[in-house]
Nanobody
Framework: QVQLVESGGGLVQAGGSLRLSCTAS????????MGWYRQASGTQRELVAA???????NYADSVKGRFTISRDNAKNTVYLQMNSLQLEDTAVYYC????????????????WGQGTQVTVSS
């Protein structure tokens, strides 16, 4: 089993920045991909960004050039630096790690954190 604990959400004005962190514990030897999903009210959960242990990344088109995902393997921690935040970035952000190899994850039975709220105000 893997446990994921997020931190760093909050309220920020449009154009501002936030950094999210997620630390994994438990069976961390099994972890390759770690990533961030988000879910806004009334919408489906969507991939924001993900990164492999080796540093290969995958971003949603809507956040390219504004968000940066990074990872410290020694600390079992993944970060999401969010710049130029927009109103539509408001959502609950979830840290995720897939159970299956060769996937960016997102399945209901993958490992998920409890979520952290990000609210962007005008």
């Amino acid at each position: 089993q893997v446990q994921l604990v997020e931190s760093g959400g909050g309220l920020v004005q449009a154009g501002g920045s936030l950094r999210l962190s997620c630390t994994a514990s438990g069976s961390i030897f099994s972890i390759n991909v770690m990533g961030w999903y988000r879910q806004a009210s009334g919408t489906q959960r969507e991939l924001v960004a993900a990164i492999t242990r080796g540093g290969h990344t995958n971003y949603a088109d809507s956040v390219k050039g504004r968000f940066t995902i990074s990872r410290d393997n020694a600390k079992n921690t993944v970060y999401l630096q969010m710049n130029s935040l927009q109103l539509e970035d408001t959502a609950v952000y979830y840290c995720m790690s897939p159970k299956a190899r060769g996937t960016w994850g997102g399945a209901d039975d993958d490992y998920w954190g409890q979520g952290t709220q990000v609210t962007v105000s005008s």
